[in-house]
């Protein structure tokens, strides 16, 4: 209820040109009824009644009278009628008439003095036309705002002005003006005239462009919402289904003289704008013909980097993770992470030699870590730049996953502490699908980071390309919506604008910890880079650009115009950086050798030596005592807690109980599909493998966390299904079968003081997802980070994250990553799209050389070449020795990423297990696995030694076990497939001398590992002997879906496996 101060001070005369400050006394912030103001000239002492005695409660009634007319007296009624419909005052009241035994029908029949029911109507159709304008203000001024600081090109790709607003904006000549409000009063689509500009009208709970005032005339109203909306900033947020967040967003821009600057803000923005603005023009200046993807025309960038880290500094937080394209990198690395400048500058010298290993990176591709001190707000602050390639919007999910990490590692559950800021232009953010994955993973439990800001660099263009040919949506920034992340464009030549943009950015993530979007509207001063000449596609842009004043200079005639600098004072700052950069230059020169690792942006304190090797090249032993298999084991075959029904029946109390008295398990070799097995007798089958002292997949994979768990190592299990695994094999998060959301993870109940297990499934993508857990890996070697693709060709629908960062990361960028990718693998049948992992790309991509024999007498071979290659390809045919690689990944004193092609009938193939005597202390990871049967016992009688990896072991076996071969034909596993065992094959091939090599493989020749594998046997034995191949043809897709073509093709490379003649006509 609005408490008016009287009811006098209602009917008190009002004029357009008045204010009313009267009626903003104690303003609630419960809306009422909309009342109309009328203006009146004569004394209101001409209504006897109307005493300060009375007032209040005349006050009360009118209020009532305006939700229901019927709720007081008649003579109330007939009173409030004839008011509000402009009786002259002392005519409004009618004396009560006397009491007689028909004074009530008198009353009941009683009628104004004027008609005043349509006038009442009238009253609520203006108001509700006014708290319409308010809102089509609120939701589509932005498309009238003054965006484009080149006054040509309109931000959201469309000229015309919505027709529900009245806009005086400079989109409309006052003409215009007068023609659009006529046609949208007078008859038209808010029912008002001309004249109501002059009225005053209450303002509703859902603006706040009063500010102390609660009435406005109907001019005011249209100026003031003209102001907040359709200058220089434009907000979009109306689509957010959140009324405390849509309120809190008003607040801020609609709130009068809410965006002020002190003089010494203004000047610090000055000083910020000088630094920006004259580092790219001393790069100019020095190196005119080099690729430096300049700021040039977003110069406004770096104060509001800045701005946005001082507020977030002022709210919590201490570290800020970023990530960003090319352009501008070197400037944000200068100005805002405070890279030597010296650093920044020896990068273009061309004869600056390497020092580290690797390809190196160029400059603008670089990331570096430093913490300082924020000179704002005088605390400290680390500040991370990730490194990215030229694939725009690619490090987007790597900075979430490093954000969520360095959360997790520092206990900071709701995102206070840490924080990412994403810059981005405007083509990629509109057109690179994984913007719209990054977001969808913004508010996943897993994924989240609590917020992060978002900053688009809209140069409005892409590279040569028009953005109305590049986008079918109005703004470059619309994917955000699908989040309700608020949009706030903003004119960046107007940098007190972007400045308190900004501002709100960093407290709406503060408050509410969810994305939010600035928009900086832009231009590109220069072409795609300095070389190119951007007149060939865009004339008339680029015309106007040459006429455009610099923003630092426009901002600094404003300042000097209102005596906040003078002149001198602004030249001043202007020679203090200049001084800076050349004393900088000059320290450059004498810099003589690229340290590439002092750009490292995800240093690990404590893991290398103090010059960044490894503290070892030793591996320990990765196997475990029996009594912690075997009560790893117990607990993977249980449920740890009480009163939890899981599926099949079982009480959680009585499975516990029964593995714990050691009662018989009844095993369960079956193939379950969908819920052909209950998870009951998945357990107790288990619990049968644990006291036979064997395990299978799921159980070598369990005691590997587990075991790792125990040693403080943090694991995080993500991918598409992967609590459940996609073959049921896994069931590492128990549901209760009948109560919503209870759920128990017996992995994290094994020890007391174990590290925290993380298994999540993930959203239905790859590229963000591997690119999120990527840059979790990053953030800590003491993790390990395992990534399981549903199927393992889907790995290519994130092709972009393994080329440009899995693959190469450590030779462009010195980072070390250990993360695990797990890609199940098999040709069963299944069709093209469920068989390869596609080994043979991996392989491709491997940086050893296939024609040099490297010397097998080095110490520590196998560790050297770990440490040498760039990522580890592995594809296990025991749960033994993936259980060993898994350990080994964290025992190992560096890092590298692990490819693990997974097996699917594998998983429960009878013969796919692996004694716990294989897995004890002393046990290693075995690269390679030879032959242990009669074929080892009698090697002079051996006519074939095969080798192959994998699940076509199983077959192979079958079929030699079925021909009676087991002593002519030696079979060997190659289970690392990269680095290459040079030093084992080479053993083994010595072992059989009279054998023909052979290489046999399921997948087709032109794919799988026969390209790869072939040139390093013949490489081991000094090209001695051919190496023949036996699996399928050559072939365009990875397999048939033909079931029985299928076998077939199983059954011939099979017999050219054990053919002995095969090969005679080719010899």
Known sequence: MFHLRTCAAKLRPLTASQTVKTFSQNRPAAARTLGQIRCFTAPVAAEPFLSGTSSNYVEEMYYAWLENPKSVHKSWDIFFRNTNAGA???????????????????????????????????????????????????????????????????????????ADIISSTDKLDLAVF??????????????????????????????????????????????????????????????????????????????????????????????????????????????????????????????????????????????????????????????????????????FDSKLEAADEGSGDVKYHLGMYHRRINRVTDRNITLSLVANPSHLEAADPVVMGKTKAEQFYCGDTEGKKVMSILLHGDAAFAGQGIVYETFHLSDLPSYTTHGTVHVVVNNQIGFTTDPRMARSSPYPTDVARVVNAPIFHVNSDDPEAVMYVCKVAAEWRSTFHKDVVVDLVCYRRNGHNEMDEPMFTQPLMYKQIRKQKPVLQKYAELLVSQGVVNQPEYEEEISKYDKICEEAFTRSKDEKILH??????????????????????????????????????????????????????????????????????????????GGGQGLSRILKTRGELVKNRTVDWALAEYMAFGSLLKEGIHIRLSGQDVERGTFSHRHHVLHDQNVDKKTCIPMNHLWPNQAPYTVCNSSLSEYGVLGFELGFAMASPNALVLWEAQFGDFHNTAQCIIDQFICPGQAKWVRQNGIVLLLPHGMEGMGPEHSSARPERFLQMCNDDPDVLPNLEEANFDINQLYDCNWVVVNCSTPGNFFHVLRRQILLPFRKPLIIFTPKSLLRHPEARTSFDEMLSGTHFQRVIPEDGLAAQNPENVKRLLFCTGKVYYDLTRERKARGMAEQVAITRIEQLSPFPFDLLLREVQKYPNAELGWCQEEHKNQGYYDYVKPRLRTTINRAKPVWYAGRDPAAAPATGNKKTHLTELQRLLDTAFDLDAFKNFS
Not at 182 to 207: A, I
Not at 325 to 331: K, T
Not at 599 to 622: A, E, I, K, N, V
Not at 637 to 643: A, D, F, L, R, T
Request: glycine share 8%; hydrophobic share 40%.
């Open 88 to 162: 002259l005052p002392g005519t409004a009241y009618q004396s009560p008439l006397p009491l007689s035994p028909g004074s009530l029908s008198a009353v009941a029949q009683a009628q104004p003095l004027v008609d005043a029911q349509p006038n009442v109507d009238k009253l609520v159709e203006d108001h509700l036309a006014v708290q319409s304008l308010i809102r089509a203000y609120q939701i589509r001024g932005h498309h009238v705002a003054q965006l484009d600081p080149l006054g040509i090109l309109d931000a959201d790709l469309d000229s015309s002005v919505p």
């Open 178 to 347: 007068k023609e659009r409000l006529r046609m949208l009063t007078v008859g038209g689509f808010y029912g008002l005239d001309e004249s109501d500009l002059d009225k005053v009208f209450h303002l509703p709970t859902t603006t706040f462009i009063g500010g102390q005032e609660s009435a406005l005339p109907l001019r005011e109203i249209i100026r003031r919402l003209e102001m907040a909306y359709c200058r220089h900033i434009g907000v979009e947020f109306m689509f957010i289904n959140d009324l405390e967040q849509c309120q809190w967003i008003r607040q801020k821009f609609e709130t009068p003289g809410v965006m002020q600057f002190t003089s010494e803000e203004k000047r610090t923005l000055l000083a910020r704008l000088v630094r920006s603005t004259r580092f790219e023009d001393f790069l100019q200046r020095k190196w005119s013909s080099e690729k430096r993807f300049g700021l040039e025309g977003c110069e406004v960038l770096i104060p509001a980097l800045k701005t946005i880290i001082d507020k977030s500094s002022e709210n919590g937080v201490d570290y800020v993770i970023m990530g960003m394209p090319h352009r501008g990198r070197l400037n944000v690395l200068a100005n805002v992470i405070r890279k030597e400048l010296e650093q920044i500058f020896c990068q």
């Open 596 to 673: 590439i690792k002092h750009w490292l942006d995800s240093p690990w304190p404590g893991f290398f030596t103090l010059d960044g090797q490894p503290r070892s090249m030793t591996c320990p032993s990765t196997g475990l005592t029996e009594d912690i298999l075997a009560h790893i084991g117990n607990v993977a075959s249980s449920v740890p807690v009480e009163n939890f029904t899981i599926h099949g029946g079982e009480d959680a109390t009585d499975l516990w109980r029964c593995w714990a008295t050691s009662v018989d398990f009844s095993p369960a070799w079956g193939r379950p599909r």
